[in-house]
Each structure stands twice: as C-alpha cells, then as structure tokens.
C-alpha cells in the first residue's frame, strides 16, 4: 500500500484489510486485536497516524515519534506473554511523511494455518478475526474450527461404537466391483466386506484395545445416513439444477429425502457426478457470454472441483451443507470450512497442498476420481485458460468456501465493428484448430487467410482492433504479431507469477475502493 500524498490518506476506508488508528504518542492497546484478527484472518494493513471525524472520515494527524512507536510495538511482538507469534518482517514496517505529518504502515500478513491461531495475553480465548471493518473475538465454534485446521488427519479419528452394521452394503459393493476392474491383481473381488474395508483402511486397528475400529471416513464414505447423522447431526448434501426459468430449481437431490435414502459421500458423488456429466453436452445461446465446449475439459474441470469440494470440507461444521448447483453459464460448489491455503494460491494452481482429509482422498484416488492432493485447482486454471472462460469467482472463511466455475467467456462489445473489421477479429482471438491460449499472426498470415481485404485496409483495421483493446499488438514493426487480448490469470498461468504479484492482481487493495 502506497500512501504518499493528502489526497490518498482522504480517500482512505476502513476494511476487512483496513484499519487505521491515531496512535499521536504510542502504539495503541486495541491495536492488538486486529494484529491478531488481520493474522487470523486475510491479512491487512495496520495505519498509524489516521484518526477519523464526527462522520467517520480519515483525519490525518500523525504520529509524534515513530522510532518510539515502532521499538514498542516490536518489543511486545517478541513478548510470548503478550502475542502468541511474531509474523511480522523489517520490511512489513514503514512509514511516510505526508504534509510534514508521519505516518505507520504496518502490513500483517496471513498466518499460515498450522500457525494459527495468533491470540494475546496468553490466553487462547482472546483471538480475534477480521470481518467486514470490525474485529471480532471467535465464539467456541470458530476456535474450535481454527484448532482443527492444524490437522492434517481429521478423518482417521476411530469410531469405537460403529460396525459394519452402520454402512450402506450396496455402496461398498459397488465401490468393491470398482476396485476390482482397477485393480485385479488385488483380489478385491474375493474379500468379504469386513476384509475388504480393512484392507483400504476404512477399519483400523485401535492401538488401545486391538480391536478393528470405524474411521470418520468410511463411515462418511459408506455410512447410512442415519449413523452419519449420530456423529455429525449437521451432515447435509444436496443438489440443484436451476438451469430455466423456474423461480427456485427443476431438479433437486439431497440427503434425508426418501427418494436418496442413504445419500453418503459415495453414493453423492456417483449420483451429482452423472448429472454434471449429462450437463456437459446441453446446447444454450447466452446474450452476454460466448460458449465453448470441449466437452474433456469441462469433464475435468467439473470432477476436479466436484472432488476438492468433498475432500476438503470440514464435516464437523454446522454453518453450511454440501451443495453443488448447475447454472446456465455457470457451475457452483459450497463446502463447509476454510480453504487451507490462501485463496490466492488456488489462482496458480499451486503445487502445494494441505489435506484436511487424507483418507477421503485416498479413498477418491482409489476409484479414479482424484489423482493427487494438490493437483485439482491446476487442472481447473488449465481448462479455465485454455478455454478462455471467465476467471473462478472463490471466496473462502471459516464458515465455508464457495467457487463459481464459468464455462463461459464474456463477450466484448463489437457492435461498431464493420463486416470485414469482424472477419479479422474472430480469426485472430478465435483460430479454426489452433492452441487459443498460445496462437500469434503476423499480418502476412492474416492476409493470406483474407485475400479479399487490401494491405492498406487490413492495416487499418489491425489499428482499430488495437486501440479497442480487442487484440495486441506484440513486437516491433518488421516482427509484429497479432494476438487475443491475455487476462491476469492467462499471465499467472503462463509466467508463474509470484504470490505477491498474484495478490495484487485478485485483490485490488482496499483502500482503492
């Protein structure tokens, strides 16, 4: 963040990543709480030097020893007593002299999640979080949430007082003849059900009494929906298709309906799996959106958010279902829990991956679902970019994460393009069996492919296009070529831009808007 002149710190608005205080002679005490809300939290900027009037409007005030106020609020960052952890570098501290005032910008970036939470005084019940403009303290069910996000093996916890008895037969068996055609060598097929969940670690030994036991995750994956509910009395999935004109849905699945008697994770996947499947294929004519099907691509793309939305839920929240939906140009997957990366990092399809459910995943691997923890938001920006599709809409809290996938691009505006004007437009940005994501024309092959349209009027038309950023132009006169207009996530995809740069580009600072 850049604040140099009067006009930018007038400007300035109080945020989910913006909090500015008047701190005139020392570092101030409830500044404390959003050092830990923004850590807990998205991160954010702490300004020194800013109080506000009667109408809550930025006042710039400054600060009157900075050096001082710096050395305290290092001091106390170093104090275990004071702050559960430093996460603040030299170079997250600065300052800025404004009409002969200073002021403190302090940036707090995110914690990682096996660092949270960030609390004071020693006392884990004083962590706050950042929503809207406010900090909060957590209630019990956010701490708790916070807590269990450090682990990386929530669903091998053993269920001492499930059996066989509590699993749907039909979903093992089906899930056996799956494995079984995968994996013949194995034997799958002769093994009885007791044998067989054993064998791919649904039942565990119970070091403490040497007995097999349930984990959460077979009886997540293969429970009736009963027993699941025992465990977790807020388990819900469902599906909408809202695609039409109807008002609320044309097609609906979920679970506690007679229809989907035991709708457990399996049983979930396989039925939603066919509906998405079966969408893939439907012809529609959008007015604001140009459509392109490859039906593989959108195949992977749908799988792997369908899947990252299961493995990744945190099934011990009440604050969302399980919910997938079809929209016309759009797909949309909730789960209960916070992403355990940062958002920006799905955006670069990160190699880097936290699982929260390392049996759901294996058990998803096995069956041809899922290939590897950390793979699915790189196959989904590949299709993304590949197909032009409008950008991911990703938003994730504690209560839950929500993606918005489009199958579909905006289309810009080329009303006032004449006929010819248009020809040249879609050959460059659309190419008949070309790479969309790579092609480049030099304007000799774009004659030759518009023998009809002169030299003299083909240049300007390349000009027009350009100046209304319908296409690029890339290179020099003698080696100019002519390109489709590349997006942010284009450019993260295709130059691997770094995780500050990517921030930048998603998100806008607050003190922009």
């Keep these: 963040m850049e604040l140099t002149t009067l006009e930018s710190v007038l400007s300035l608005k109080e945020s989910s990543q913006v909090e500015y205080k008047k701190a005139k002679n020392e570092f101030p005490k409830d500044a ?24 809550k409007n930025p006042i710039l005030t400054g ?12 001091s106390t960052l170093a104090d275990r007593s004071k702050v559960s952890l430093n996460i603040i570098d030299n170079n997250d501290i600065n300052t800025s002299i404004i009409e002969d005032k200073t002021i403190i910008i302090i940036y707090i970036k995110e914690a990682s999640i096996t660092d949270k939470p960030i609390y004071l005084n020693n006392n884990i019940a004083h962590t706050y979080i950042r929503l809207h403009s406010q900090d909060h303290l957590v209630d019990k069910q956010q701490l708790s949430a916070i807590l269990r996000n450090q682990s990386s093996q929530l669903d091998y916890e053993l269920l001492p007082n499930y059996d066989l008895s509590d699993l749907d037969i039909d979903s093992i068996n089906s899930y056996k ?25 649904v039942f565990r030994k119970n070091r403490n009494t040497n007995t097999m036991n349930l984990t959460i995750a077979g009886l997540l994956f293969f429970g009736k929906y009963n027993a699941i509910l025992d465990r977790f009395p807020h388990y819900h999935v469902d599906f909408f298709d809202k695609r039409g004109n109807s008002q609320r849905w044309s097609y609906r699945m979920e679970a506690g309906n007679l229809d989907f008697p035991d709708l457990n994770l399996f049983n ?8 998405l499947l079966l969408s893939i294929d439907r012809d529609f004519e959008l007015d ?10 959108l195949t992977i793309a749908l799988r792997e958010a369908f899947v990252n939305m299961i493995i990744h839920a945190d099934y011990f929240l009440n604050t969302s279902a399980l919910i997938t939906e079809i929209h016309e140009p759009y797909y949309i997957f909730i789960n209960p829990g916070i ?47 590949k197909n032009r599709f409008k950008a991911p809409e990703l938003e994730s809290n504690l209560e839950k994460t929500y993606l918005k996938l489009w199958i579909a691009e905006p289309m810009l505006d080329t009303s006032n393009l004449k006929e010819d004007e248009k020809r040249v437009y879609i050959f460059i940005c659309n190419p008949p069996d070309a790479n969309k994501s790579t092609i480049k024309f030099t304007k000799k092959e774009i004659a030759n492919a518009h023998p009809d349209i002169s030299s003299a009027r083909l240049t300007r038309i390349l000009n027009k296009l350009a100046e209304q950023n319908l296409i690029l132009k ?3 006169n003698k ?35």
Excluded at 33 to 53: Q, R, V, W
Excluded at 191 to 197: A, G, I
């Design 32 to 55: 404390w709480k959003s050092y830990s809300a923004f850590a807990n939290t998205a991160g954010g900027y702490l300004i020194l030097g800013i109080s506000e009037d009667e109408h």
């Design 63 to 74: 600060v009157k020893d900075a050096e001082k106020i710096i050395s305290d609020f290092c």
């Design 177 to 201: 003849v799956m494995l079984s055609k995968r994996y013949p060598s194995l034997n799958y097929s002769e093994m009885d059900s007791q044998n067989f969940l054993e064998s791919i670690g």
């Design 268 to 275: 979930y996947y396989r039925l939603v799996s066919e509906k």
């Design 288 to 297: 604001e959106y140009t459509i392109r099907k490859n039906p593989t691509d």
């Design 339 to 385: 992403m355990k990366i940062p958002v920006e990092e799905f955006f670069t399809g990160g190699a880097r991956s936290l699982v929260r459910n390392p049996l759901l995943v294996n058990l998803f691997t096995r069956m041809g679902a899922s290939e590897h923890a950390g793979s699915g938001s790189k196959k989904i920006i590949d299709v993304v970019v």
């Design 474 to 476: 890339m290179g020099a």
């Design 479 to 513: 080696n100019r070529t002519y390109v489709k207009p590349i997006s942010s996530i284009e450019m993260i995809h295709h130059l691997g831009e770094t995780y500050d740069i990517i921030k930048h580009i998603f998100y806008k600072d607050k003190s922009d808007s």
